[in-house]
């Protein structure tokens, strides 16, 4: 029972660098998400995908871009990483977006920005 | 524009004691509300989904209750257990959009 897989784990970046955050679901959910989450701000909206070939922004959008490669993967791309950008990333998914089933979640990654 | 609210930040209790977290929502038009437990290092799991047309949900010694008139939602642990210890999030949704998330509340279940 995969559920939702984040790759990597852990990751350090210099300022200016570029990394894509990959996520993959095999529960054929529709909708998927990413989300960064920062002591004492909570779990925050970057973008999400509502569909196969959709994409909308979030609350914290800006200095990220995002792909649905298919309809199991979603990633999340930062061209010039910023120390701001240092923070835990959530990956997740659901039925569709507002479902009354529950949303899943992969175990995040660990990001540091020099 | 939907915002959701956790108090206390942090919670400590002795173990065995019943305890009740809050949740509170600004948008009565609310499409359903998840209770989400998150322990160090991990991701979210969820815990119980309670839909607007329903009062509350249970599993096990977890029951939710929503009431959209007042915008609030309780998450009640009966007899809690030291490996209760974890952060605990309410999100909500309006229809079709994204959950919002409260910011958590720190269980702390001292044996």
């Known amino acids: 029972n995969a559920g939702v897989t984040q790759t990597p784990k852990f990751q350090v970046l210099k300022t200016g660098q570029s990394m894509t955050l990959q996520c993959a679901q095999d529960?054929?959910?529709?909708?998927m998400y990413w989300y960064r989450q920062d002591p004492g701000m909570g779990l925050r909206l970057i973008y999400y995908?509502?569909?196969?070939?959709?994409?909308d922004k979030g609350e914290v959008p800006n200095g990220y871009n995002v792909s649905r490669l298919n309809k199991r993967e979603f990633s999340l791309r930062l061209e010039s990483a910023a120390p701001s950008q240092t923070s835990v990333y959530f990956c997740?998914?659901?039925?569709?977006?507002?479902?009354?089933?529950?949303?899943?979640f992969g175990d995040g990654t660990r990001l540091s920005i020099l | 524009k939907q915002e959701v609210t956790q108090i206390p930040a942090a919670l400590s209790v002795p173990e065995g004691e019943n305890l009740v977290l809050n949740c509170s929502f600004t948008d009565s038009a609310i499409y359903n509300l998840q209770w989400f437990r998150q322990d160090p290092g991990k991701g979210l799991t969820s815990l119980l989904l309670i839909q607007s047309s329903q009062r509350e949900q249970t599993s096990g010694r977890l029951n939710a209750s929503l009431d959209k008139s007042s915008g609030r939602s309780t998450l009640y642990i009966a007899a809690s257990q030291p490996g209760d210890s974890a952060t605990y999030l309410c999100?909500?949704?309006?229809?079709?959009?994204?959950?919002?998330f409260g910011k958590g509340t720190r269980l702390s279940v001292i044996a």
């Open positions: 999100a909500g949704t309006t229809g079709n959009t994204p959950l919002v």
């Open positions: 997740a998914s659901s039925v569709t977006t507002g479902t009354s089933q529950p949303q899943h």
């Open positions: 529960m054929n959910h529709n909708s």
């Open positions: 995908s509502a569909s196969e070939g959709t994409t």
